[in-house]
């Protein structure tokens, strides 16, 4: 992929005005059904382990997050099929649909452990996460919602960032990860899992 069509890719992810207005988050339901619904729910709420939820999910992250996938710059072997010559069009009704769906219930989540949640909690100023994420923890624009994942892929997922091992459209995420333990890292996954 040229870095021309990434960065162009990268502004309609990030959206234009009127870009709303052409996103159709009914056509997204269909398309969802027939690519996604298998891995991250019909709801938009994976039950699988180490699948990520994408109800609520912001709908700039799910645009690039795909489009990074399309043009193999984010290695996802199991999406390769489901995105190679995915259109544009696709790709926004994907995350208009994804986006409007509410985010899954405490109800779908591990019993929370106060301890460990309050490990994770401890973490979140000294990290700056809200700088990005918002006080809420839900996102904005390319910026992921973490609250009501699937905390064992966000384990996974802060893992790969602390070790270098995650390529995608924000590097801040290496730093801001750098140096937490293990354990640090379950707390972190545990209390964003469990935050409302």
């Not at 208009?96 to 301890?115: G, N, V, Y």
Request: net charge negative; aromatic share 4%; proline share 8%.
């Amino acid at each position: 992929m040229s870095l021309a069509r990434f960065l162009a890719a990268a502004v309609l992810a990030v959206g234009l005005p009127g870009l709303a207005a052409a996103q159709d988050k009914g056509r997204g339901q269909a398309l969802a059904s027939g690519r996604c619904s298998t891995c991250h729910g019909e709801d938009g709420r994976s039950r699988i382990p180490d699948i990520p939820s994408l109800a609520a999910q912001q709908p700039g992250y799910v645009t690039i997050q795909l489009i990074l996938m399309r043009e193999g710059i984010r290695q996802v072997p199991a999406m390769q099929p489901f995105v190679e010559n995915m259109p544009d069009q696709d790709i926004e009704d994907l995350a208009a649909w994804f986006s409007s769906l509410p985010p899954s219930p405490a109800e779908d989540r591990s019993p929370r452990d106060a301890a460990l949640a309050a490990r994770g909690e401890a973490l979140l100023g000294p990290r700056h996460c809200t700088t990005c994420h918002l006080p809420s923890l839900a996102g904005r624009e390319q910026i992921p919602r973490l609250t009501g994942q699937r905390e064992e892929f966000l384990a996974r997922t802060l893992t790969e960032y602390r070790d270098g091992q995650r390529n995608g459209a924000d590097p801040q995420m290496n730093g801001a990860v750098f140096g937490l333990s293990d354990a640090d890292i379950a707390g972190l996954a545990h209390y964003l899992a469990h935050r409302e």
